[in-house]
């Protein structure tokens, strides 16, 4: 049987550089060798592709690289990666890839335009406000507020504001990592998180729902630190998780999804809040996605085949026809 070639992107530019390192070599392993051939390709802090061998060859060599591959599973996370960079290169290049196309990873990136195309199909959103620097002195304290930028991953940049006293330095971190932020009202519920796949016969699967136990914000160092307890499949009555799942599919499918997402909420008395949606979600075996996956049986190798199959099953673009005159 001929192996499939799949070229596997990690690392990026953005503060999530080790964090898809992670993935991106957790994934490597995780193919088997008898159906799968694996190139790896890095992107490194500064934007050099690196080879295998961490050689930098040049992005020409990497362009050669992905070319004679069948299918790449890009795992770059957040800016320059998830948010459609990525994407737009395969398709410049013609290869199939894993995970959703241009104009979804662009939008998702964007949590104020995601709170906008959710609240459309009926999904609710935080109050909140958006801001750029020179507008950010006009907004007006009024209770506790969650502050983060717009596009960044992994919490960074994000600060719970119980005090009017912590809101300036709560912007300055923020706007250090983008250039416009958004600033929304404290949501009380349970953080639960929903994965959807789309397969390659169109159809949908749902993950069971993984529920976030943090003592306080879920932030980068709850993320990273190991403080934090996921609980899955997350304990619901028929009526929460049938409006969970619906809303998570319905943000899935308003965003433009493809493959793999990851839609995040709040669970509150009211329903669902969602928070955000990730295109290119934590991808080693410990990560949310994948755990969830593994409570239905799809476990870790097995999730990357439905990725890849799922790819290689998308139509292809057709060659523009010279139009003779």
């Given at each position: 049987?001929?192996?499939?070639?799949?070229?596997?992107?990690?690392?990026?530019?953005?503060?999530?550089?080790?964090?898809?390192?992670?993935?991106?070599?957790?994934?490597?392993?995780?193919?088997?060798?008898?159906?799968?051939?694996?190139?790896?390709?890095?992107?490194?802090?500064?934007?050099?592709?690196?080879?295998?061998a961490g050689c930098d060859r040049g992005f020409a060599h990497a362009m050669g690289e992905l070319s004679r591959c069948d299918v790449v599973l890009p795992l770059v996370h957040g800016p320059h990666g998830e948010d459609g960079q990525l994407a737009a290169l395969c398709e410049s290049a013609d290869v199939p890839y894993a995970g959703s196309g241009v104009a979804a990873g662009a939008i998702a990136m964007d949590k104020h335009v995601t709170k906008l195309l959710a609240e459309t199909v009926g999904v609710a959103t935080a109050p909140g406000i958006l801001l750029d620097r020179s507008g950010a002195h006009t907004y007006t304290f009024t209770g506790p507020?969650?502050?983060?930028?717009?596009?960044?991953?992994?919490?960074?940049?994000?600060?719970?504001?119980?005090?009017?006293?912590?809101?300036?330095?709560?912007?300055?971190?923020?706007?250090?990592?983008?250039?416009?932020?958004?600033?929304?009202?404290?949501?009380?519920?349970?953080?639960?998180?929903?994965?959807?796949?789309?397969?390659?016969?169109?159809?949908?699967?749902?993950?069971?729902?993984?529920?976030?136990?943090?003592?306080?914000?879920?932030?980068?160092?709850?993320k990273y630190g190991g403080s934090a307890d996921f609980v899955?499949?997350?304990?619901?009555?028929?009526?929460?998780?049938?409006?969970?799942?619906?809303?998570?599919?319905?943000?899935?499918?308003?965003?433009?999804?493809?493959?793999?997402?990851?839609i995040d909420f709040f669970v509150t008395s009211d329903g669902p809040v969602l928070i955000e949606a990730n295109t290119t979600p934590g991808f080693t075996a410990q990560s949310q996605v994948p755990r969830m996956f593994d409570v239905i049986g799809i476990d870790y190798s097995a999730l990357l085949d439905l990725l890849i199959e799922e790819a290689l099953g998308r139509p292809r673009r057709q060659p523009a026809k010279a139009v003779i005159m």
């Open positions: 049987m001929t192996r499939v070639t799949v070229a596997i992107i990690g690392g990026g530019t953005s503060n999530e550089h080790d964090v898809s390192l992670a993935s991106a070599a957790a994934a490597a392993s995780a193919l088997d060798p008898g159906r799968y051939e694996v190139v790896s390709l890095t992107i490194d802090r500064d934007g050099r592709w690196l080879d295998s507020v969650v502050v983060k930028p717009v596009a960044s991953g992994s919490s960074v940049g994000v600060a719970l504001v119980s005090e009017e006293s912590q809101l300036a330095g709560a912007l300055r971190a923020a706007f250090e990592h983008d250039t416009r932020v958004l600033v929304e009202d404290v949501t009380m519920g349970r953080e639960i998180d929903v994965a959807v796949m789309r397969r390659v016969d169109g159809s949908f699967i749902v993950s069971p729902a993984l529920e976030i136990r943090a003592d306080g914000l879920f932030d980068t160092d709850a899955v499949p997350a304990q619901l009555d028929d009526v929460a998780r049938t409006r969970l799942e619906d809303a998570a599919l319905s943000v899935y499918q308003v965003l433009g999804c493809a493959g793999l997402a990851r």
